[in-house]
């Protein structure tokens, strides 16, 4: 064999070798990248999968607490609307009250006020105060009729205050005092009245 000749068969084995390699190479290449893809593409599906829970955890909650602001402001609304109406219906109680003082039916009712509260002090020397219209009609002698009847002294106040009606009574040395007012008394009832009222607008509710 000639030297040309075997250094053609060695080439060609080496070729061989190295194409036999570059083959082996290419295909281990196209496994592994194979592999990557599937690998990346199980990832992926679940980085997505996983993004889309949190996304629809994260959708909920925030649903649950739009869902939960609007529940706390419709309560919150519907008690300022409820608060509004029993404020109304006072105020309409109280448009009466202002009605009623200036009738004649009212100064037989504030003499018996008088009358009863007095009698509930017990003393002796009272004093009793009204506001300035009724002053301009309740007189002495009226209070003197009642200081008979109940055994005591009763005077009329040279000092007026505002008031709607109603008086107050006190002792001659102001160690003992009622306030009988309609106001007052439309303050102490208030807390109790505003239940019933509130009843009334709000049973059907129920």
């Not at 060609?12 to 290449?29: C, F, R, Y």
């Not at 592994?32 to 955890?57: F, I, P, S």
């Not at 009763?154 to 102001?174: M, N, R, V, W």
Request: hydrophobic fraction near 40%; charge should be neutral; aromatic fraction near 4%.
């Amino acid at each position: 064999m000639s030297i040309k000749v075997g250094l053609s068969a060695i080439a060609n084995e080496v070729l061989g070798d190295v194409q036999k390699e570059a083959e082996e190479i290419i295909v281990s290449a196209e496994n592994q990248a194979k592999e990557t893809l599937k690998v990346g593409k199980e990832q992926a599906v679940q980085n997505y999968q996983t993004l889309m829970n949190q996304a629809t955890t994260k959708a909920e909650g925030e649903r649950r607490k739009i869902a939960s602001v609007t529940e706390v402001e419709m309560r919150n609304r519907l008690l300022q609307t409820k608060e509004g109406l029993v404020d109304t219906a006072f105020d309409k109680a109280l448009a009466k009250l202002k009605d009623f003082v200036a009738t004649e039916e009212y100064r037989g009712y504030l003499l018996e006020l008088i009358k009863e509260v007095a009698g509930r002090i017990g003393q002796k020397n009272l004093v009793v105060k009204v506001n300035a219209k009724d002053k301009g009609w309740l007189t002495q002698d009226m209070l003197n009729r009642l200081s008979k009847k109940l055994h005591c002294e009763i005077k009329l106040s040279e000092q007026t205050e505002d008031f709607i009606g109603g008086c107050k009574i006190e002792t001659a040395d102001s160690k003992i005092a009622y306030d009988s007012t309609i106001d007052n008394r439309l303050k102490e009832l208030k807390p109790t009245l505003r239940v019933d009222v509130a009843k009334i607008l709000f049973e059907k509710e129920a």
